[in-house]
């Protein structure tokens, strides 16, 4: 079993940052592939970014590319999310999640999901 859990959220104006953060515990996450996630009212669940834990590669969603940043902190099991110049659309619920398989990449159907972090950003 995987823990993991989420912090960081918030509201924050139109370019604006924010840094969210997924603890994780339970299992060796060096083995895990590790996913940002959001979801906004009315909207399907989107990925954001992730990381390989074991090899440092890091994907995008075009939406986010050159504004989010996705790291992790080996010796803290802890995943970030760096989001800077934030735009309103940007504002969703966003979730931590992780799966051994690491070609689940996009796939929103990760085994492994924190519980949520709210992000708002004002216009």
């Known amino acids: 079993q995987v823990q993991l859990v989420e912090s960081g959220g918030g509201l924050v104006q139109a370019g604006g940052s924010l840094r969210l953060s997924c603890a994780a515990s339970?299992?060796?996450?060096?083995?895990?592939?590790m996913g940002w996630f959001r979801q906004a009212p009315g909207k399907e669940r989107e990925f954001v970014a992730a990381?390989?834990?074991?090899?440092?590669?890091?994907y995008y969603a075009d939406s986010v590319k050159g504004r989010f940043t996705i790291s992790r902190d080996n010796a803290k099991n802890t995943v970030y999310l760096q989001m800077n110049s934030l735009k309103p659309e940007d504002t969703a619920v966003y979730y931590c999640?992780?799966?051994?398989?690491?070609?689940?990449?996009?796939?929103?159907?990760?085994?492994?999901w924190g519980q949520g972090t709210q992000v708002t950003v004002s216009s």
């Open positions: 990381v390989r834990w074991s090899v440092s590669s890091t």
């Open positions: 339970g299992r060796t996450v060096s083995s895990l592939l």
């Open positions: 999640a992780a799966d051994p398989n690491y070609s689940k990449l996009y796939d929103p159907n990760y085994h492994y």
